[in-house]
C-alpha cells in the first residue's frame, strides 16, 4: 500500500492510502526508532508539501521510501510522529 504523507501545521499528520493491494498492517514490519528518523527526516521539517513541489517529487520519485514510510505509519503511527518530533527538535542539518 502507497500512503502520501503530509506533515501541516500544528504536528497534524494528513495520509490519504492508495487502494492497491498489499500486504496488511499487521503483517507490515516495525521499525526501530532511528530507521523511522532516517524515514521522516526527509519531509519532517517541512509545514505543507503542497508548497513544495520538490519533496512531492521525492515521494514520486523514489516509491520504495515512499511504500516504506507508508507501511511504517500504517503500522507504527505514534512511533512515525515520535520520530517526525524527534527529528524537528535537531532542526535542519
Known sequence: MVVAVAIMPGDTL????SPLPSQSSA????FPPDQLDSL???IALYPALA????VVKRLA??????????????AQQGD???AVQRIAKKGPG
Open 14 to 17: 494528513l495520509s490519504t492510502p
Open 27 to 30: 503483517q507490515a514490519p516495525k
Open 40 to 42: 521522516v527526516a526527509p
Open 51 to 54: 508548497d513544495l513541489p520538490d
Open 61 to 74: 520519485d523514489d516509491i520504495q521510501w515512499t511504500t516504506d514510510l507508508g507501511n511504517a505509519f500504517l
Open 80 to 82: 512515525v510522529m515520535d
